[in-house]
């Protein structure tokens, strides 16, 4: 007996794959860049939140993240 299902394809390949998961740690490494800097006390204001990591570095990783992911979706590796 024969079985006449066509075999499952995924939607892309290994490679978009692979692309995927960088970008979502890059879009985590973002995230963990910006995180932090808070004050313990709320009457007492710590200006460690505007430094250069978390107002300029971390969100720059972020859509540098996106813009891996974004390629991995376009990306054709049968080309």
Do not use: C, H, W
């Not at 939140?49 to 993240?65: D, E, H, S, Y």
């Amino acid at each position: 007996m024969e079985n006449n299902q066509p075999k499952q394809e995924f939607l892309f390949e290994k490679v978009n794959y692979t692309i995927l998961l960088i970008g979502i740690a890059v879009i985590a490494l973002g995230f963990l860049l910006m995180s932090g800097g808070g004050s313990d006390d709320p009457n007492v204001f710590n200006p460690e939140i505007f430094n250069f990591r978390r107002i300029r570095l971390a969100p720059t990783v972020v859509l540098i993240g996106f813009g891996i992911t974004i390629y991995s979706i376009i990306k054709n590796p049968k080309k």
